[in-house]
């Protein structure tokens, strides 16, 4: 009898972390805007695109955009993790700015190589977590 309250504890186990399944996505998003803020904010230190190609110089030779994560918010809404910029910033990202110079500092789909690492390490970790280890 007891191989059976055992068998049905573990099915019921399993059971419980499909169900869990559920919140995945939401999980993700949430446990990723830290991470995602950090690669962000080094590219702005380090004066690179998220494709890893370095910003242009300011008119007389000086790293552009120094403080632009004070102009950056990371922040998930459900399963979506939304990156936004303001100020002139903003208008950098785009090449909106008095000749045309763009500093790219939102990843696209195009430069979307450092996101989705870290989207997939945090997807694997939270996936084993609620499944006990599998992957």
Do not use: C, Y
Not at 19 to 25: D, E, K, R, S
Not at 44 to 60: C, F, R, S
Not at 109 to 133: D, H, M, Y
Request: hydrophobic share 45%.
């Amino acid at each position: 009898m007891s191989g059976n309250v055992e068998a049905f504890s573990a099915l019921q186990g399993a059971i419980d972390g499909l169900a869990a399944l559920g919140a995945l996505p939401s999980d993700v998003a949430a446990a990723a805007v830290e991470p995602l803020r950090k690669l962000l904010t080094a590219n702005i230190e380090e004066g690179v695109a998220p494709n890893g190609k370095p910003w242009p110089l300011t008119a007389d030779g000086k790293k552009a955009l120094r403080n632009a994560a004070k102009a950056l918010t990371v922040k998930s809404s459900g399963a979506t993790i939304i990156a936004t910029l303001t100020g002139v910033e903003a208008r950098h990202n785009f090449g909106n700015v008095k000749g045309k110079v763009k500093r790219q500092i939102l990843p696209t789909r195009n430069s979307i190589g450092g996101v989705a690492k870290i989207l997939q390490q945090i997807s694997a970790a939270k996936f084993a977590e609620r499944t006990g280890g599998a992957q």
